[in-house]
Structure formats: structure tokens, C-alpha cells
T-cell receptor, first 116, second 115 residues
Framework: GAVVSQHPSWVICKSGTSVKIECRSL??????MFWYRQFPKQSLMLMAT?????????EQGVEKDKFLINHASLTLSTLTVTSAHPEDSSFYIC????????????FGQGTRLTVV | DAKTTQPTSMDCAEGRAANLPCNHS???????VYWYRQIHSQGPQYIIH???NNETNEMASLIITEDRKSSTLILPHATLRDTAVYYC????????????????FGQGTRLTINP
């Protein structure tokens, strides 16, 4: 079945640095991928929709200059958390759907970011 | 997307059937009922979806009431590995509309399977 892979699974970074998270669709092409954030004991919150070859669409309240999204190919989207602060510590999850089929979206395993 | 209401938490004994309810009284005619689950520290996993008929797959069964205002996800023989947060989502499926459609998650039901 279709698989979505995220890398890294976890990362610890210093406050003020930037962190890049990768989301890959392993055996299908995804013109659109989605990025979510999840704080402890809360539900997933959609951050942005990543569109291949064009600008991402951000949800209300999500800073596009802080959370940079690049979707340069049909199998890869990246989320860069710039100038990270401790409040950015969270579980980041991507999803993608094989738009060439009627299957549902698949989710990556998530990336746990800890900013110290 | 129509709003859904789920109990915050439920417990079930291992080996028994787990029945998870979901209310979606404002569902519209072209919206389907979807269920996902999220095991701790993992990404969500698709379980099943349906429009109005009951559905069954290798993971679960989905029972949708005739008026479509509520549904129940049934895990027939729950195991410890079924402990997770279960999300009921109502949406127009991507195969009915052009372009991708985002999934909006509510709070879900935290299901605990006890030995």
C-alpha cells in the first residue's frame, strides 16, 4: 500500500535555530500534501496545504514566514521551522494522497520536535 | 465539513467488541463518514468510511443510522493494540470533488483496551 515517510522521527534543536522536516510519498505521486501540528493531549491541527510547484496555502493563524513549506517535486514536501522557540515544540505530521487513485490520504509517522 | 461529536474516552475489555459512537446531525447529502485512529506518538491511520450503507473491512465495521445523523464504529474483537484515539470525520470525499481536500480532526475518543 501507499506509504508516506517523514524524516527525522525526532529532533532536538537549540532555540533560534531552524529545523527542516521532510515528507516523502514513497510509491505514489502527490501534487498536494498536508502539514499538521499536534500538541500533547490535543488533536491534530492543520497548518498548511503544500502544493507542488506553487505556494503553500496556510491556515488562519499560522505564520508563513516561520513555517516555510517547499514542495519542489511530486514526492517530496519539506517544512522548515525557522528561528525555533520552545513553544514550537510539538509533533508535526504530514499526509499525502495518491491522486491517481481513489485511496484515502496516508499519514507519515510524525516528527517530534523539541526546542531547548 | 459537518461537525461531529464523540465521547471523550471509553474503555473496553480485551477480546470484546468496542463500539465507538459518533453524532453528526448536520451531515449533508454528499458527505461521507470517515474514521481514523491515532496510536500514541504515531501518525493517524485510516480505518473505514461510508455514505449510508453499513461497511465492513478487515479492521472494523461501520454502522450508519438510516437518517445518517449518527454512526458507530465497531472493532469486533478488541486487542491491546487497538488502544488509540479514534476520530470520526464527516466530509465530502476527494473522489467527488476536484482537487485535494483537507481532513479536519476533532478531539476524538480515547479508547483504552484493558487486559
Amino acid at each position: 500500500g501507499a506509504v508516506v515517510s517523514q524524516h527525522p522521527s525526532w529532533v532536538i534543536c537549540k532555540s533560534g535555530t531552524s529545523v527542516k522536516i521532510e515528507c516523502r510519498s514513497l510509491d505514489f505521486q502527490a501534487t498536494t500534501m498536508f502539514w499538521y501540528r499536534q500538541f500533547p493531549k490535543q488533536s491534530l491541527m492543520l497548518m498548511a496545504t503544500s502544493n507542488e510547484g506553487s505556494k503553500a496555502t496556510y491556515e488562519q493563524g499560522v505564520e508563513k514566514d516561520k513555517f516555510l513549506i517547499n514542495h519542489a517535486s511530486l514526492t517530496l514536501s519539506t517544512l522548515t521551522v525557522t528561528s525555533a522557540h520552545p513553544e514550537d515544540s510539538s509533533f508535526y505530521i504530514c499526509s499525502a494522497r495518491d491522486q491517481g487513485s481513489n485511496t484515502e490520504a496516508f499519514f507519515g509517522q510524525g516528527t517530534r520536535l523539541t526546542v531547548v | 465539513d459537518a461537525k461531529t461529536t464523540q465521547p471523550t474516552s471509553m474503555d473496553c475489555a480485551e477480546g470484546r467488541a468496542a463500539n465507538l459512537p459518533c453524532n453528526h446531525s448536520t451531515i449533508s447529502g454528499n458527505e461521507y463518514v470517515y474514521w481514523y485512529r491515532q496510536i500514541h506518538s504515531q501518525g493517524p491511520q485510516y480505518i473505514i468510511h461510508g455514505l449510508k450503507n453499513n461497511e465492513t473491512n478487515e479492521m472494523a465495521s461501520l454502522i450508519i443510522t438510516e437518517d445518517r445523523k449518527s454512526s458507530t464504529l465497531i472493532l469486533p474483537h478488541a486487542t491491546l493494540r487497538d488502544t488509540a484515539v479514534y476520530y470520526c470525520i464527516v466530509r465530502v470525499p476527494p473522489f467527488l470533488i476536484q482537487g485535494a481536500q483537507k481532513l479536519v480532526f476533532g478531539q476524538g475518543t480515547r479508547l483504552t483496551i484493558n487486559p
